[in-house]
């Protein structure tokens, strides 16, 4: 199979040359025609100027050689009279005439009896013809039939080239002798075609002398037709003829080569060869328009292909995500109440060994927790779904509560863990304090994790450049360090340090990764310093907008931190029985009154019935949902405050929440600092 784009090009170049050929030949042949046009107009004008100077001479040479004829007709009618006078006569001629040279008188012996004008002619007189070969016949003939004869272009006796013509005369009825003239018809016919430069005019005798000639004619460039021909039969007698040639020239202008032709043949062949360049690019262009035609309808059949594709991987894809959300809600919810119940019992009276299987269930129940948490965060990552929320917060107000959860289990493994913060550490920024908090908890989960002895240190540092603020925070431990060569995949998707067999630390690689998501979502950014055996530096980079001093919100309020609230009635709408169990059990604790129900609808009832200072409302119920039964609650301009329970995280659901006219939305599964929040902003 050849190449396409040379077989395009050879029939592109083929078209093209078939296009400037044709173009080529049309121009030849309106050249060729103009051409010949112009030859056939040369023509013409030559055989009008022929006629006209072949006339004109004709007569003249007629009018000659007459007024010879005139002149032997007065002396034959006055019957020799009028020849005493012939001589008066012929100055006369000769005067009016320049065309005759001399004229004289022969009689009949041959001699030459008389000459007009003498001077210059005495050799002349007295000559006796006879003796001249070509003289002799001739004149004897023409005397005896009485017709003029007229002899070949010759050679004069007393000098000089002259045609010779005898007009015989009889008298007293014999033969008397001839009047004989030499012409030279030069001078006169120079006169008629004065001031004509396009031709040449030639004119020979019969024996081929050239006689007379007017310019010279352009021999090299004649052709058979531009040569006028035209005979004079000027002694019928002797069959003697005269032939006049008149043609172009030496001077004269041909038009078969002027400019403007030549201008336009030129102009005809470049129009031919510019034809030939535009159709091989008009062809080239519409192949490359259907090549392109074919090539964007393959590419609009590959991406419906494509989008089929996509579409169908959405589809596994969101039955996926679905399937993980499900199930990772489904573990949630049990863990969580193992949780509480964990807590439950930690506040009943242990001994030292249950207490430390208790602590042992908390650890793996939290990190199956962890866990979970962390592969949906994954999957929330991968979908887009992660939302920010936007609060108003403190970030060593936030840090301080990630330290106080966590100093309790440093402190059981005999670790320092100490926090420094810069003197500004008091601005409030707007931003996600969830995320804030994950990103330090990942972090200082990691050193506890990885510091056998010594401790950890978490260091903040604010500074606040025009409207926002750059918050930088180290997590610094004295554990077992990063080996130089992992230092760089850390941050990626499972990857752990320590992944053989035996390994020595639990965990999935996943933390680090999302850290570092969430910091990319945020313009954050992450990175480590780590030495193998003395330990390692996270640092992050994150910054807020400045919250306005005036209008700042915090999402906790500064003071007034209770952890009981005696007198305070709770409404639970939970289906679940467990959860009702754990949230009942922690309000006892706080001194909360509470009251269960486990449905909507029972729950709008409950509220027509009595009073209560908040109501937890969880979203899936049977019947009637939480958004139904919190919408109804308004309707009946029942204004108490209503939290949200549900392990649904997205923002459309929070913002749902939000619009039926719920005050504040807790995500499952609930811890009890989470509750404590809760309550000190609504109770
Ligand atoms: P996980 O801790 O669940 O294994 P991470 O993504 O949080 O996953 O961390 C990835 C790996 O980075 C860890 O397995 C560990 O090898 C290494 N690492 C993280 N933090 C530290 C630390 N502070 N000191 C030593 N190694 C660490």
New binding site residues.
Partial sequence: MGNPFKKNLRSGLFYAAVVASICFLMVFLIWNKYVKSLEENEQEQLQMQGDFIAQKIGRSIHTDIQSLENLKGRIEETNGEYFDYWEYDAQNILSQNPAYIFIEWIDSTMIIRKIEPKEGNEAALNLDISNIEYRREEWLRHAADSSTNVTPWSEMTQGGKAFLVDAPVYYDGRFQGTITAGLDFTQHFDRMLMGMEDYAVEIHDEEGSLFYSHNQPAESSLKEGQVFTHQYDVDPGDAQVWTLHLMPSSGAVSPRYNLEGLVWLVLGVLISLLLGVLTYYFLRLSQETKRIGEFNEKLVATNQALDIEREKEQKASRSKTDFISTMSHEIRTPLNAIIGLIYLLRESDLAAKEADLLDRMEFSSKNLLSLVNDILEVDKIESGKTVFKEEVFLPARELEKVVKVFRPEFERKGLFFNMEADGNDNYKVVGDPGKFNQIVT?LVR??Y???PSGGVVIRLKTSVEGKSARVNLEVS?S????PEEKVKG?FDRF????SGVGRK?E???????ITRQILDLMNGEISVE?REGEG?T?KVHMQYPLAEPETAKETESDANHRIEFPGASVLIAEDNAMNVFILKQMLDTMEIKSTSVEDGKAAVECLKKEQFDLVLMDIHMPEVDGFTATRQIRKMNINTPVVALSANVTREAIEQANSVGMQDYVTKPFNRERLIEVFNKFL
Wanted: charge should be negative; glycine fraction near 18%; avoid cysteine.
């Fill in positions: 990942n990691n050193a994790k990885f510091t431990d554990g077992i360090g990063i850390i990857s752990q340090v320590d630390y965990g999935t690689g996943l933390g680090l990764s780590s390692s996270f």
